[in-house]
């Protein structure tokens, strides 16, 4: 799941690491990219063939701390937390991403409420 990816990736940059690699699922790659394209880590990609794929995520720096400052998790296992694209708002005055998980896919926010769909939140960045 993507807690794993998450949390991986924070101590990973905590830890100042170069890159982390992990195992393959389609959400953990998805969330992945939008990280990637948010600036929040520098690159992401697939290796490997489909038994044993991995997903590589390098890492990037701003002045010697990680691009990534704090990660809140919205929705947990015990408790599903939904939204429509009219209750969507921004995380920390717009310095941070909300990703949602919505019937077109797994996206961000804005994204969402440009198409005017709701869905799952599932987590916090910035």
Known sequence: MYHDLLTKIHNAQRAKKVSVKMHFSNMDFAIAEILAAKGFVA??????????????????????QGAITGIR???????????????????????????????????????????????????EIW
């Open 43 to 64: 690159s992401v990609t697939k290796k490997g063939r489909t038994p044993k794929r991995i997903i590589e995520v390098d890492l990037k720096y701003t002045e010697n």
């Open 73 to 123: 998790f919205v929705s947990v296992p015990s408790r599903r937390l939904y939204a429509g694209y009219k209750n969507l708002r921004s995380v920390r005055q717009g310095f941070g991403v909300s990703v949602i998980s919505t019937p077109s896919g797994i996206m961000t926010a804005d994204e969402a409420k440009k198409k005017k769909i709701g869905g799952q939140l599932l987590f």
